[in-house]
């Protein structure tokens, strides 16, 4: 039976949402996992992302509430380029499109800064 041979025979095209490895931190073989064993994987990875962009919003708006009580302003252009910087080394360290990964740093600043905005 072929890699991506199911038990009855018929062929599933297993898609994966990153880049071309299953790896749950347990090194499992993505040839030995199922279907539904990737998409349970996948759920727990989008899991993991919701709550680290909570934790992120948490530690931004803490970061909003410093400035509004140092009198500083919303906008740190300096230190938004840095974060795309990081964003981008990031990204080539673990072999993901870096344009994508900085996109979704731009969307992550945008949304935090029109946060920090109707704070104020």
């Given amino acids: ?11 599933d095209a297993v898609s994966d949402d990153h880049d071309g490895r299953a790896d749950d931190g347990a090194g499992a073989d993505p040839a030995e996992m199922n279907l539904e064993e990737l998409r349970t994987e996948i759920r727990a990875i989008d899991r ?53 990964v900085k996109a979704i740093f731009r969307l992550l600043i945008e949304l935090n800064k029109v946060e920090q905005r109707e704070s104020r």
Wanted: charged content about 30%.
């Fill in 1 to 11: 039976m072929a890699d991506n041979d199911t038990p009855d025979g018929s062929e």
């Fill in 48 to 100: 993991e992302i919701v709550e680290l962009i909570a934790q992120r919003t948490y530690v931004a708006e803490s970061i909003a509430a410093v400035k509004r009580q140092r009198g500083m302003p919303t906008t740190d252009e300096s230190q938004e380029a840095a974060v795309m910087e990081r964003a981008g080394e990031n990204a080539q360290q673990f072999d993901v499109d870096a344009n994508l």
